[in-house]
């Protein structure tokens, strides 16, 4: 269950503010939220996170992205539906959620629009660090959790 609403509330939040960007920024639109630090702008990435690959112009690039999110994100349901037949937790369940419904958000522009809509953009001085979205966010999220659950679950350990 923890997972699913973990998935939806990624989701929902996502495309709830890409909407909004998208109905109150033209694209290349910057306003500034927190001088020196934060801008809300409207730009898309037809690369993956932080406009990886966004710069390598071929057909497959497109597909090949849809294809690794919707595989991760099989992979990832079934990978949680295996940790709770065997006991899995809650926080586990919240961050593989998190990754899945992120990438899924992603997914989704990648659909309707080609690209996906970023508009969260960090900078200090004349360095930006690439525009992102919640999407982006929440996978980050999640998976930062799964590697810090991942020294509490650690099972026992055998001494060599």
């Known amino acids: 269950m923890w997972y699913y609403l973990s998935v939806i509330l990624a989701l929902v939040l996502d495309q709830l503010s890409k909407a909004w960007i998208l109905d109150h920024f033209k694209e290349f639109e910057m306003r500034e939220i927190i001088p020196g630090l934060f801008n809300l702008v409207y730009v ?19 597909w090949f992205f849809l294809s690794i999110s919707l595989v991760a994100v099989v992979a990832i349901t079934f990978y949680n539906r295996s940790l709770r037949h065997n006991g899995g937790g809650v926080f586990t369940s919240l961050a593989l959620g998190f990754v899945a419904g992120g990438a899924l958000g992603n997914v989704i522009d990648r659909l309707r629009y080609g690209a996906v809509t970023d508009f969260l953009d960090f900078y200090h001085g004349s360095y930006h660090w690439p525009a992102f979205n919640l999407a982006d966010s929440f996978i980050c999220v999640g998976a930062v959790l799964l590697v810090v659950l991942s020294f509490f679950n650690s099972g026992p350990r055998e001494d060599n």
């Open 44 to 62: 898309t990435n037809t690369g993956a996170a932080f406009s990886f690959l966004a710069d390598v112009d071929a057909p497959w690039r497109h």
